[in-house]
């Protein structure tokens, strides 16, 4: 078994910026790529965010392409989501993912992903 526990979420004004971590416990997530998905109240979970195994390749959704930063330290067993200029609209349960196949470069479908963290709240004022 995988365990993800995500962490860095918060409240913040319009504009702010936050650092998300997932931590890994138990096997380690590499060689996987990981993903991060949010939920709004309301709404489906949704893709944000994804890196290959080796870290080389990143994938955004065009809502946050530009302003969110998918990173990750495989010697750490974490990887990362720097929100930057957040929005109103960025308010969400932000849970990071493992894919469920090895040596890819990850995907934007939540079925594809086979392990999930519990989430961490971030939420944006206006």
């Known amino acids: 078994q995988v365990q993800l526990v995500e962490s860095g979420g918060g409240l913040v004004q319009d504009g702010g910026s936050l650092r998300l971590s997932c931590a890994a416990s138990g096997r380690t997530f590499s060689p996987y790529a990981m993903g991060w998905f949010r939920q709004a109240p309301g709404k489906e979970r949704e893709f944000v965010a994804s890196i290959s195994w080796s870290g080389a390749d990143t994938y955004y959704a065009d809502s946050v392409k530009g302003r969110f930063t998918i990173s990750r330290d495989n010697a750490k067993n974490r990887v990362y989501l720097q929100v930057n200029s957040l929005k109103p609209e960025d308010t969400a349960v932000y849970y990071c993912?493992?894919?469920?196949?090895?040596?890819?470069?990850?995907?934007?479908?939540?079925?594809?992903?086979?392990?999930w963290g519990q989430g961490t709240q971030v939420t944006v004022s206006s």
């Open positions: 993912a493992r894919h469920s196949l090895r040596y890819t470069v990850g995907s934007y479908e939540s079925s594809e992903y086979d392990y």
